[in-house]
């Protein structure tokens, strides 16, 4: 079902919040409401939330994003940046979305089209080799396969329906902050921007791969921001910092990297996606054309009429 609008019964209970705060904030005492209605029905400040639901070939289940349009969409034809966010029934709540409209509204970076892409079995599309953990647990395998699901297929039906610009950001975090970085190397065509928060980068393939991923990426610009909490897990510490350096020192013309340590917070903290955006978009607001329209630094102006994944062949792959 393509673009379905979602009512709050349908929604978990932060996304339902989301709703129904909207609704309740155009609500008056009725003699008020009287005495200052509009000539026109008042409309909730928050758009509808969407669905995309898309029967993937390359993991071979139904799969589910959650699609947040920016205030004025629906009253306007300009295109949009595209957030897609990893963990979506973790992140895609009214909290971060609304940072993130107050920050646009403020300047500070563009408005984007929000997509929450949903997990059906999260320990499998983390990784894309097994990994087995110290209480000998196991996960990951399917990484590749899920990448190339947004690559083949979830991608293309969001610039299908919906009005986008080519800039695309991927977000992810904890064990998704690895598949969203693994992601910038392996699959570099999805994202022209990758913000990982307090990514666990401790991943045998990574890290025997790291320094010549560093080497060789290709596919024109593209910008690595970390963020972690000041009382994150030691682990996340160093090898984000490990990263940082190694790009500092061995990445091509094109890549850059930033890192964000925040006061006081621990794992994932509350504000590392809002964080992340203004890093990455920083100089953006100073950098506004005379017509009032905002470049953003460092991004293509156009985007190739077909996706291509750089080193890794999507066509056929099943879970």
Known sequence: MRGENVTTANLPGLVRALCLTAALGVLAPPALAQAVAPAKAARPPISHVRVERIASAQVGETREAWVSLPDRYDETGDRYPVLYMLDGEINFTSGVIGGLRQAAFLGEIPDLIVVGVVNTDRSKDIFPEVVTYGDGTKAGGRADAFLCFMGEELI????RTYRTEPLRVLYGTSNT?????????????????????????????????????????????????????????????SQNGALKEQ???????????????????GHVPGNSLVEGLRLAFEGWKKAA???????????????????????????????
């Open 177 to 237: 902050g690895f598949t969203a970085v693994y992601a910038l190397f392996r699959y570099p065509q999805l994202a022209n921007v990758v913000i990982a928060a307090s990514a666990t980068l401790s991943v045998p393939i990574l890290r025997n791969n790291r320094d010549a991923w560093i080497r060789d990426l290709k596919g024109g610009d593209k910008r690595l921001v970390l963020v972690m909490g000041e009382n994150d897990l030691p682990t996340v510490i």
């Open 289 to 319: 054309a005379p017509t009032g329209k905002r470049p953003i630094p460092g991004s293509r102006t156009r985007a190739d009429a077909r996706l291509k994944v750089v080193d890794q062949k999507c066509g056929g792959r099943r879970a």
């Open 247 to 265: 790009i500092d020192m061995l990445a091509p013309p094109g890549l850059s990297c930033r890192l964000a340590v925040l006061d006081g917070g």
């Open 156 to 159: 293309p039906r969001i610039e």
